[in-house]
């Protein structure tokens, strides 16, 4: 069973960065995607940036294009979210989740992954 653990949230002013990190457990396989979802309060989660493990592919979301960056150490075990010119918008709690089933070579929806971390806050004061 996929475990994930997220950690390097924080409150930030705007236009600073943020670097979130992912420790990724207990999968054996080859072909995953771990990504990021946020969700804000009182909207829904939406994903943000995603990386396949096979091929080190990387999907973003138009809201995050350009600012943000996912990355992967695979001798970590550990995904990356680089947050760069952080705006109030960017304020929610992020969520670590992977895919373990099969690929989709297109940005992953929250509705895509099957295992989830607890979540780190990111906090943008206006």
């Known amino acids: 069973q996929v475990q994930l653990q997220e950690s390097g949230g924080g409150s930030v002013q705007a236009g600073e960065s943020l670097r979130l990190s992912c420790v990724v457990s207990?999968?054996?396989?080859?072909?995953?995607?771990v990504g990021w979802v946020r969700q804000a309060p009182g909207k829904e989660r939406e994903g943000v940036a995603s990386?396949?493990?096979?091929?080190?592919?990387?999907y973003y979301f138009d809201s995050v294009k350009g600012r943000f960056t996912i990355s992967m150490d695979k001798a970590k075990n550990t995904v990356y979210l680089q947050m760069d010119t952080l705006q109030p918008e960017d304020t929610a709690m992020h969520y670590c989740?992977?895919?373990?089933?099969?690929?989709?070579?297109?940005?992953?929806?929250?509705?895509?992954?099957?295992?989830w971390g607890q979540g780190t806050q990111v906090t943008v004061p206006h």
């Open positions: 990386i396949s493990t096979f091929g080190l592919s990387t």
């Open positions: 989740a992977a895919r373990t089933r099969s690929p989709l070579f297109r940005p992953l929806q929250s509705r895509d992954y099957d295992a």
């Open positions: 207990g999968y054996s396989g080859s072909r995953a995607y």
